[in-house]
Structure formats: C-alpha cells, structure tokens
C-alpha cells in the first residue's frame, strides 16, 4: 500500500498519459472473498458462452465492465509478455531504457538470493525502503526486517538485501508496474515477479497506453472455466486469477451481495471498484446466496452498465 500511495505522488502525470492512474490506486486495498457467494456464482456460470445464467435471463463481463469498474484500458497497444532478446536492447530504441535496467536487475537479485524467481515480498523490499505501516507482502514493519511469528510472539530478524538502490526515476516507475501487473492485474500462483512483464511495465511507464482490459477478461474467462469445471463442485477449485474485478461486478450487479461506499467518498480518478475496498460481504448462507441469483428480482435494474456517478450531477 505505501509503496503504491508513493507511486500515484510522484509519477501521476505518466500514469494518467497512460491511463491506469485509477487502476494502480485501487489495487492498494484488499477486496474480500465470501465462500457461499462465489459457489452459487460457479453454480450458474457457463464456460461455453461466458456468460452468468440469472433468475433474469443471462449476462456477462464486457471490456467496459472492466474499464468502468477496474480502470483498465481498453484502446492502446496490445499486451504481450516476453523476454526482448539481447540485441535489441544494445545500441538500439528499440524498447525503453527501463527494459535493460530492470533485466539487469532482476538477474543481480536472482544471483544475490541464489535464486531462479524473484517473489513478491523480495521485490517490494529492494525497491520501497521506507518504513511500511500496513505489514504488506511479508509482515515487514521497516526497512530490511521482517515480522517472525513464535510461540513465544513476535520478534524481528534482519533479511539479506543487495545494498544499492541505483536505479532512474522511470526505472522505479516500471519496477512497481511490473509488480503490479505481477501481482494484481494478471496474478500467477507462483507469487513471482515475472521478466516477461517489463517490457509493457516500461511502455506504460513512459505514458504510452496499453490495452489491458481485453488480456484480463480473456484471463477471467480462463480461471472461471476451471473454478467451475471442478469435479467436487463448481467453485471449489483454488484458481489464481484476479477475482477482485469480478467480486466487484457481482456487487454491482446484484447491490445485496456487498456494501458500498457512496460515490461522494470514492477518490477522483479513482474506478468503481474502490466503493468496495475493505467491505465483507452480507453473510449469507449457501441457500441464500442461490435465492438471490436465481431470483431475477435481486438484479440490478440497469444490469447492463452501472450506477451514474453522483459526483457528476
């Protein structure tokens, strides 16, 4: 959290060129996970036509779901990851400086740790040195020490960092996106900081727009086929994907689901889906969860967009 508040300070103006200004802001909260929701959401969601199957009739996440609700681009370059090879990095402008840098990195942690995968806690140390308030990533409370739980309570031990921070203001820039991507947007189960991220976490970093919206859904679409196709039963299955953005549709198409901030509390520039930061759900058992998703009368009445935003008269 601190590092992204540090973040959206100092590098606001390339951030909003590229248009994910909201998108890295909301990812600075927890969004939380009700069990008995999500099963009787896999229950009627179909893999064959991505689509949820309601008391109502039938609808599903669009690109414009995700932009409204998530902050994702939808227009801009298309998202790829991959490992740029060696000579188009030398001598050529072929892919920003940040590209290089952060290889060179990446690859001096990996010999540092002695390590293949660099994880998330690792990565968020080395870069953010500051004292963190929130224990994100690691339980760390301040620069190169970490929380230990014991029988006896917690104590602090000293964690090996490589010792310089040298790197350029865009170079940081594209560190954190890249974490960003890693851990928010496109997740992995490995929790690992992924290479093949830098090169669109450095186009973003220079302002340049990256369409975002439609390489998630795709990854939604994913992890939901296999959440449902579980052979115990539909949602059991621990898929990583990012299930925040769905969480955050389901609350807007069904308002009993969640609570909501009211929009006059919600940050400018800032997506929907912060409304629902921190928010538990309305505890409902399994059989009432099924009710309102089979009831047609629980369902947004505009199911195909979303509330107008009261800030805007």
């Known amino acids: 959290m601190e590092w992204t508040k540090r973040v959206l300070t100092c590098f606001e103006e390339p951030l909003k060129q590229a248009g994910i200004f909201g998108a890295d802001g909301v990812s600075q909260f927890s969004y939380h996970f009700d069990a008995n ?41 298309i998202y790829e990851e991959f490992l740029p090879q060696t000579k188009d990095l030398v001598g050529h ?42 224990f994100a990533y690691g339980d ?12 006896k309570g917690a104590h602090f031990i ?8 040298n790197i350029t203001a865009e170079g940081e820039l594209t560190a954190f996106l890249a974490f960003w991507l890693s851990c928010f947007v496109l997740p992995h189960d490995k929790e690992v900081i992924r290479p093949e991220t830098f090169v669109m976490a450095a186009l973003m970093a220079s302002g340049q727009q990256v369409s ?7 990854y939604i679409y994913h992890g939901l086929e296999d959440a449902v196709s579980n052979p115990d039963y539909p949602g059991k299955a621990n898929t990583i994907f990012p299930i925040h953005y769905v969480i955050g549709w389901l609350a807007e198409l069904f308002p009993c689901l969640y609570r909501h901030r009211p929009d006059s509390d919600r940050p400018n520039d800032f997506p929907t889906l912060v409304c629902y930061a921190g928010l538990l759900g309305s505890k409902l058992s399994l059989s009432q969860a099924r009710h309102i998703f089979r009831d047609g009368r629980y369902l947004s009445v505009r199911a195909s967009s979303y509330r107008e935003d009261s800030r805007n008269g």
């Open 212 to 218: 975002l919206a439609s390489t998630v859904l795709g």
């Open 93 to 134: 402008n072929k892919y920003p400086a940040a590209v290089a840098e952060l290889l060179r990195i990446h690859a001096e942690f990996c010999e540092f740790h002695k390590a293949k995968h660099i994880y998330y806690d690792l990565w968020l140390d080395h870069f953010y040195r500051k004292y963190l308030v929130y």
């Open 158 to 165: 000293s964690r090996k960092r490589m010792a310089d921070l």
């Open 140 to 151: 760390q409370t301040n620069s190169g020490k970490e929380k230990v739980e014991t029988k």
């Open 37 to 77: 929701v999500w099963r009787a959401f896999c229950e009627l969601w179909s893999p064959l036509t991505n689509t949820l199957h309601h008391g109502a009739g039938e609808v599903g996440i669009s690109l414009y779901d995700l932009e409204r609700l998530g902050g994702l681009p939808i227009l801009g370059d």
